[in-house]
């Protein structure tokens, strides 16, 4: 084993001479045979254990086991406890992907802490195995089957050539005992039954599956990199017809980079959520909900990615005073040349309104209109869908009402009932007026 971890450093230069590595240190086999060897073959470690509050005694158990290791060792050990599901909760995420973004946030602050130039993560060969299998079943392109890469800036994975049984092997001739995590062995996790099932099949099929899965990822990495390259966005936003023209593979791969820029959590896109961005540089406009509350959005053949817009809540309306709704900036006046030209204009007739009791809300379940020259009232939710507007944009658009009565909706148009030249209903995107702020202009 140590001759694969040491072959695997240098192949792939993942310690310069001189520089110190801080190990994720859980408990469990995979990381004790991390630590242990880097200690064994000379380099300058330190080690760090994040407790992530979900296992109770168990966890705190997993917390000392580390320290008393590092103590006996002479290794320096830090360790810290945080809450992963209320920042699972906060952020909107799985608690997986809270989990490890608070872990990797914590390596980063300990390899500073220590002055740490590398951390090492305890990822096996089976580690690797599983995450291509994974991401295969769950619908995934080259770059999810280029599994757990060897090198990521300055985190490194010297154990990605070594198969668990070669750890628990290597372990036991040391005498070296080794916690293990109870949830590893429940198989409603996706993962575990991999790990226990699919990958004990597939050995007996092929006993070198995980290293022949290895060389595979190398390949697809190599591949990767080249397409990456060509497909490289040039900023935060896209020209949607420049990307409706390219090939599909480097398409989807210009899209994920720009994901990716945005701090859409990766681990949690799909390429369902892939495609349906692609789809969307097509259309005329409208948006997609992603992961990590995050909106794909073109607008005027411009592809970007923002923070999902929160709903705003219902507001009175002054007459003749601009007005801040949301993303928008909203008035109602008579006087149409005071209003900027960036304005979607909704004609209406002042004698029908009642200017003491408007209100400005967002749309709800049951609303229907009827347009002028239609037959009959139309649920509002069909015509934000027949004009392309997409549900993230639905709660974000201001529908002027007059007590329970709705006298226009922006991007559909004024109520038959309330239509006349006397008024008008201005709406613009706040920055396209030129208009900004935070409450009332």
Sequence with gaps: MKQLVRHTINRYGMIPEGTRVLCGLSGGADSVSLVLCLQELGYDICACHLNHGLRGAQADADEAFCKQLCADRGIPFYSEYCDANAAAEQKKLSIETAARELRYAFFVRCAQEFDAGRIATAHTADDNLETMLFHLIRGTGSAGLAGIPPVRGNIIRPLLAVERRQIEA????????????????????????????????????????????????????????????????????????????????????????????????????????????????????GSVSLPGRKNAVKRNGILWIEAAVEKPAPMAVQPEKLMRFGAYTIQITRKISDIHSSFKLYPISYATINLTNLRVRTW?????????????????????????????????????????????????????????????????????????GEKEI
């Design 364 to 436: 709800k379940r049951n609303d229907c209109m009827t347009l002028p020259g239609a037959r009959g009232a139309r649920s509002l939710k069909r015509l934000y869908a027949e004009r392309g507007i997409a549900p993230a944009l639905r709660d974000t658009c201001p529908v002027l009402c007059c007590g329970d009565n709705i006298i226009a909706a922006a991007e559909i148009g004024t109520d038959a009932a309330f239509c006349g030249n006397t008024g008008f209903f201005a709406v613009s995107l706040c920055g396209s007026s030129g208009l900004g």
């Design 170 to 285: 290597y372990l036991n001739g040391h005498g070296q005992i080794w916690r293990t995590d109870a949830t590893n062995l429940d198989d409603s996790c996706t993962r575990n039954k991999i790990r226990h099932h699919v990958i004990p099949a597939l050995r007996d099929i092929e006993p070198s599956a995980a290293r022949h899965a290895l060389e595979a990822a190398d390949l697809l990495r190599q591949d990767n990199a080249c397409l990456d390259e060509l497909a490289q966005p040039d900023g935060m936003q896209l020209d949607a017809q420049q990307l409706c023209r390219m090939p599909a593979a480097l398409q989807s791969r210009r899209v994920r980079q720009l994901l990716e820029r945005a701090d859409v959590p990766m681990s949690e896109v799909s390429r369902k959520h892939i495609h349906a961005v692609c789809a969307l540089a097509g259309k005329k406009r």
